[in-house]
């Protein structure tokens, strides 16, 4: 399977700390998507990292992107209760026209 | 400005019953494509489309079928249901399919018993 690789599963902190995950993949790619899914709801995109960019910042996110070891984190800076959710990344590869998500981190952020 | 629009939000089916799932955007997007959730395994690519007329597999295609007949709709069609199909179902669609998010629509709960 291509399919990437999120860890922790699961991650329970207390608002105000910061919470980071990882996501690793397994072949070349374009660029790296982070999206986060309320529970039963649909995934709503964050933020995009292009193979060229190796940081980037979107209000209290911060993603980083390490193409020679193939992986990617996520930072959620000053944590709030609605930040509770699920993340995936997703990456697009090559010339391929698919969309490959990974397995998905379960944030739990106690008021 | 609906976005993606996806019907039914919740179905039961019978195991051997056929059905589709559909799938509608409203912002002229090329690329469609359909995931299923299950626990654990993330979202798999099941089916996607590069635009009307055009559609491919995905990692997980067995037991269903795609057509895009317009740029707008991307049905799901289940051709025998098996127990092995229930799941949540999320269409998702984006302008390009190389550097630009994709929208998705809030899913299908689908029990096959």
């Known amino acids: 399977s291509q399919q990437g690789e999120e860890d922790p599963q699961a991650l329970s902190i207390q608002e105000g700390e910061n919470a980071t995950m990882n996501c690793s993949y397994k072949t070349s790619i374009n660029n790296l998507q982070w999206y986060r899914q309320n529970s039963g709801r649909g995934l709503v995109h964050l933020i995009l990292i292009r193979s060229n960019e190796r940081e980037k910042h979107s209000g209290r996110l911060r993603v980083t992107l390490d193409t020679s070891k193939k992986s990617s984190s996520l930072l959620i800076t000053a944590s709030r209760a609605a930040d509770t959710a699920s993340y995936f990344c997703a990456y697009r590869s090559g010339g391929y026209q698919k969309v490959t998500f990974g397995t998905g981190t379960k944030l739990q952020v106690i008021p | 400005n609906a976005g993606v629009t996806q019907t039914p939000k919740f179905q039961v089916l019978k195991t051997g019953q056929s059905m589709t799932l559909q799938c509608a955007q409203d912002?002229?997007?090329?690329?469609m494509s359909w995931y299923r959730q299950d626990p654990g395994m993330g979202l798999r690519l099941i089916h996607y489309s590069v635009g009307a007329g055009i559609t491919d597999q995905g990692e997980v295609p067995n037991g269903y079928n795609v057509s895009r007949s317009t740029t707008e709709d991307f049905p799901l069609r289940l051709l025998s249901a098996a127990p092995s199909q229930t799941s949540v179902y999320f269409c998702a669609s984006s302008p390009d399919r190389m550097n630009t998010e994709a929208f998705f629509g809030q899913g299908t709960r689908l029990t096959v018993v």
């Open positions: 912002m002229n997007h090329e690329y």
